[in-house]
């Protein structure tokens, strides 16, 4: 009896899903990667003869990805809530005796929400990408690599098993690479992207270990072998693994500690931070954790990790968002902030998957939907991205402030757009938490909401409002339909994602079988909420009085320590190349060092010794036949001698 | 009565004499023929031996002796002429060519 009444107050898991195979429009999952894979082939093999009509491929791919996924999607809809999981095999990908991964993949309710996501704002982003880049001699070089950073990701999502994911998740990690640094003439371009190729190596470790970890434990590594056998493995080793996917997902999603690369990825072109921040790779990390929720709903501290990584980096994330004067590299900070809380709903358990997800797709719409903004921005400043060089771009740039405008009023949380729906279950589902560690938790999280409202409004006045700053050099004007539309259909979603997704607990219900059922709330309204709405208020008052009615100054004021310090990523840098850089320079040079002297030394004394006494020895080949004949003599009578003094 | 150990004196005899002259004589021919003195003073002890024990196996050995001694004076005395045609000598110091 006392289960049942907990059932309604307590979160609950997901119970064991039985998986199904594909059949009907489900059965070609596999076009789902072979359209954007068809793309980067075609652009990237084909060379310059695609040059005049690659572009068109590129935006082409994407769309008739997404078209399919709406179509399995709809197939899905048809089948029962506990039928809807749906797997089939590709080809067996590896086969070695008792070793069997097959290439499989996975339609159900979680992939399918990121495949939609993935192909849905991805388009939109190529699309808009065609007018951005339109100027760029290396247009259809830049489509191949977007393409075949979607099919990474979608390799990433719909992998049914951990081998799978990884090769996606590697996938993810080279063509962001290969994007971040995409003019990579530019030193800070190419600096940048190495930057985010070896931090997100340093998370890929833990991965890479974590799914070791599972095959040395369970002998298998497809996501419904090691969640059947993770019940029976010891506490220590599902702690362990969970940790292992924690560190994956800092690497691929920029959470503390692994933070400092996202912030240099702006070097790449827009419509790539947009595909980073909106679509793709950042939100690898939260995937990966919520597909994991079986093996985290049985480890509390491992969770509780994931909940602390996701509430530092939100308030970290929201105070570097601050002090950038780079519209960009603010809106960079914004998308660590916002991923973090997408990790802190995560770590919080069946309570909170279902938020993470909620939020990570609202957050597609308006992040995608900024970057587009802050892109046609940049296009029309003479690539400019200094918002102290902005100002009073809303008269020449209607479209763009309208639409920038909604994504920033969904992202600070003003009801009914997309961030109120999304952010506040977040706040409050850490709050229900309970303990020390939920009120922490949640008090960072509505502390984080305050500081979401005062850096987005800092952007908004800066970039859009107050007197003009720019040169007489630039001439902006609204751009041209082939960018303003992408971002017209982003805002609307920006607009009605969140409220589509909470409202009648749409998203729960659908996701529920795969990620738990979190407890019922009661009413959209809850007093975190109003918390938060007041908060972001006073945090617009405040940053209305610094931005909006004071005129801004063209170079940067020396401001204050923290400002300082959030300037330079709160010393993400600095604390990396003290703590990591220097004592793993210090440690080569030991090495070198005892290398040198003590290994090579050794050898090489040996030999020397070796060379001098053979160049003694050989002085005893004299070529005296007698002489000769005198040492055997002499070796006869010591040989004929020892024997008679042992008594043989 | 010539007892074993006369034998055995005489042997010894016969062998420093062989040694002493390996080692000091120039000669590659009397080099060769004090060679042969060791090998009869060995067999000397052998055969000695074998008497003294009422055995075969010390005269068996002898034999051994004699015909590996002859192998060794044919494949020698080969060496030695074609050393001589070459070098004009039969100085075994001179033959020092193969040395460090």
Redesign the interface.
């Known amino acids: 009896m006392t289960g049942s009444v907990h059932s309604a107050l307590m979160p609950q898991a997901a119970a064991a899903l039985t998986t199904y195979h594909a059949t009907g429009i489900q059965d070609a999952a596999g076009l789902l990667l072979a359209f954007p894979l068809a793309g980067a082939a075609i652009l990237l093999l084909g060379g310059k003869r695609t040059n005049s009509w690659g572009h068109y491929v590129g935006v082409a791919m994407p769309l008739l990805a997404f078209a399919y996924g709406v179509a399995a999607y709809v197939q899905m809809l048809g089948y029962p809530a506990a039928h809807r999981s749906r797997e089939l095999t590709l080809y067996q990908f590896i086969d070695v005796g008792r070793f069997q991964v097959p290439l499989g993949l996975q339609l159900d309710q979680l992939s399918i929400c990121f495949v939609l996501l993935i192909t849905g704002v991805g388009s939109l982003i190529h699309i808009f990408a065609v007018g951005y880049m339109s100027h760029d001699p290396e247009r259809r070089r830049f489509f191949g690599y977007m393409n075949l950073f979607l099919a990474a990701m979608l390799l990433l999502v719909l992998g049914n098993n951990y081998l799978a994911l990884y090769a996606g998740w590697e996938g993810v990690g080279l063509a962001s690479y290969l994007l971040i640094g995409f003019w990579q003439y530019k030193d800070s371009a190419a600096v940048a992207a190495k930057k985010a190729f070896i931090a997100n190596r340093v998370g890929d470790v833990g991965l890479s270990l974590g799914i070791m970890l599972m095959f040395a434990q369970f002998g298998t590594v497809t996501f419904q072998g090691v969640f059947a056998a993770v019940p029976s493995a010891s506490h220590g080793v599902v702690t362990a693994i969970g940790l292992l996917l924690l560190l994956g997902a800092c690497g691929k999603s920029a959470q503390v500690p692994l933070q400092s690369w996202l912030l240099d990825a702006m070097e790449g072109p827009t419509p790539v931070s947009a595909l980073i921040h909106a679509a793709t790779m950042v939100t690898a990390g939260v995937y990966l954790i919520v597909r994991s929720a079986p093996i985290f709903d049985l480890t509390p501290d491992a969770r509780l990790a994931v909940a602390i990584v996701g509430a530092v980096t939100l308030l970290f994330g929201a105070i570097i968002g601050c002090a950038k004067d780079d519209i960009k590299k603010a809106l960079a900070g914004s998308t660590m902030s916002q991923i973090g809380y997408m990790m802190l709903a995560a770590g919080l358990g069946p309570a909170g998957y279902v938020f993470a997800i909620a939020h990570l797709l609202a957050h597609g719409f308006f992040k995608a939907g900024l970057f587009l903004g802050a892109g046609s921005i940049k296009h029309e400043m003479n690539e400019e991205v200094d918002m102290r060089r902005f100002g009073g771009l809303a008269k020449v740039m209607p479209i763009t402030w309208v639409t920038f405008g909604l994504a920033y009023l969904a992202i600070i949380g003003i009801p009914p757009l997309s961030g109120f729906f999304t952010k506040d279950p977040i706040i409050d589902a850490a709050f229900a938490k309970g303990g020390t560690s939920g009120a922490l938790l949640g008090t960072a999280a509505l502390i984080g909401a305050g500081i979401t409202g005062f850096y987005m409004t800092r952007v908004m006045l800066m970039t859009f409002h107050g007197e003009r700053r720019w040169d007489d050099t630039v001439h902006p004007h609204e751009a041209p339909p082939v960018m303003t539309w992408p971002m017209i259909v982003l805002a609307i979603g920006s607009v009605f994602a969140g409220g589509l997704l909470i409202v009648d607990n749409r998203l729960l219900n659908f996701l529920g079988p795969v990620t738990g059922v979190p407890p019922t709330r009661h009413g959209l309204w809850t007093w975190s909420g109003i918390v938060a709405l007041a908060l972001v208020v006073v945090a617009f008052g405040i940053a209305y009085a610094l931005y909006g009615r004071r005129e801004i100054p063209v170079t940067a004021p020396a401001g204050s320590p923290v400002t300082v310090a959030a300037r330079k990523d709160l010393y993400g840098d600095a604390i990396n190349e003290g703590l990591l850089m220097r004592p793993g320079q210090w440690l080569t040079r030991l090495s070198v060092f005892f290398d040198n002297r003590g290994v090579d030394g050794l050898v090489n004394s040996l030999a020397a010794a070796t060379g001098g006494s053979s160049g003694r020895l050989r002085k005893l080949q004299s070529g005296f036949v007698r002489s000769y004949a005198l040492s055997m003599l002499v070796g006869g009578v010591l040989l004929v001698g020892a024997l008679l003094l042992v008594r043989l | 009565m010539v007892s074993p150990a006369h034998f055995i004196a005489l042997s010894v005899i016969l062998f420093v004499i062989g040694?002493v002259g390996?080692?000091?004589r120039?000669n590659a021919i009397v080099?060769f023929m004090c060679v042969e003195l060791m090998l009869n003073a060995a067999n000397l002890a052998f055969v000695a031996f074998a008497r003294m024990h009422n055995g075969l196996d010390g005269q068996l050995i002898a034999f051994f002796v004699m015909v590996v001694a002859a192998a060794e004076v044919v494949v020698g005395l080969a060496i030695l002429t074609s050393i001589f045609r070459a070098r004009r000598s039969a100085s075994?110091?001179d033959?020092?060519?193969?040395?460090?």
Request: net charge positive.
């Open positions: 040694a390996v080692l000091v120039r080099v075994v110091d033959a020092n060519l193969m040395k460090y």
